[in-house]
């Protein structure tokens, strides 16, 4: 079975920091661009960070440049870094695998079940 499974989500204060991990069951990640997603309640799915499959180029969105970073491994993990937090950032966090670079939630092929952020103010 394929999946993709993240982690490291949880509750922290407005400041703080987080790191999210992404694996790969089934699923060799070092075969796909990979990405970040989230979605807050009421909202929809928006992009957060990408990869590529090299790790060469990144993409970000503005609301997280500068703030989020986002890496992979050698092996089948992806991570999100994610410093100055902020109660805006709550959200489901979801971490994807698409064939290319890409920010649009449409271009990717697995999806993670996602993983609760939440930032106190």
């Known amino acids: 079975q394929v999946q993709v499974v993240e982690s490291g989500g949880g509750l922290v204060q407005a400041g703080g920091s987080l790191r999210l991990s992404c694996a790969g069951s089934g699923l060799s990640l070092s075969n796909y661009a990979m990405g970040w997603f989230r979605q807050a309640p009421g909202k929809e799915r928006e992009f957060v960070a990408a990869?590529?499959?090299?790790?060469?180029?990144r993409m970000y969105a503005d609301s997280a440049k500068g703030r989020f970073t986002i890496s992979r491994d050698n092996g089948n993990s992806v991570y999100l870094q994610m410093n100055s937090l902020k109660p805006e950032d709550t959200a489901v966090y979801y971490c994807?695998?698409?064939?290319?670079?890409?920010?649009?939630?449409?271009?990717?092929?697995?999806w993670g079940q996602g993983t609760q952020v939440t930032v106190s103010s």
């Open positions: 994807a695998a698409a064939p290319i670079l890409a920010s649009t939630t449409r271009q990717y092929r697995y």
């Open positions: 990869i590529s499959w090299i790790g060469g180029s």
